[in-house]
């Protein structure tokens, strides 16, 4: 069974930065499968932010790119997201997950940002 815990979230002014991580434990697998991190804001859908394959190739929202970096670790099991010139829109809940499948998620990390 494979579990996810994240981390690295809070409060932080517009223009700030922040590095979540996610730590994968119980995958044999890790260092193969897409890793990715999502985000849900109030009242809107949970969405993809930015995945990273195990060849590390990587994928971003549009409204992240530029400002966001997904990076792994594979020694570690863990998958990072590097958040810089953060806007108040990018106040939600993030969440990791694993394989991009509808089951392997995290508990979820709260940002927020204040303008």
């Known amino acids: 069974q494979v579990q996810l815990v994240e981390s690295g979230g809070g409060l932080v002014q517009a223009g700030g930065s922040l590095r979540l991580s996610c730590a994968a434990s119980?995958?044999?697998?890790?260092?193969?499968?897409?890793m990715a991190w999502y985000r849900q804001a109030p009242g809107k859908q949970r969405a993809l932010v930015a995945a990273?394959?195990?060849?590390?190739?990587?994928n971003y929202a549009d409204s992240v790119k530029g400002r966001f970096t997904i990076s792994r670790d594979n020694a570690k099991n863990t998958v990072y997201l590097q958040m810089n010139s953060l806007k108040p829109e990018d106040t939600a809940v993030y969440y990791c997950?694993?394989?991009?499948?509808?089951?392997?998620w995290g508990q979820g990390t709260q940002v927020t940002v204040s303008s």
């Open positions: 990273i394959t195990g060849a590390r190739s990587t």
């Open positions: 119980g995958s044999t697998t890790f260092s193969l499968t897409t």
């Open positions: 997950n694993y394989g991009l499948s509808s089951t392997h």
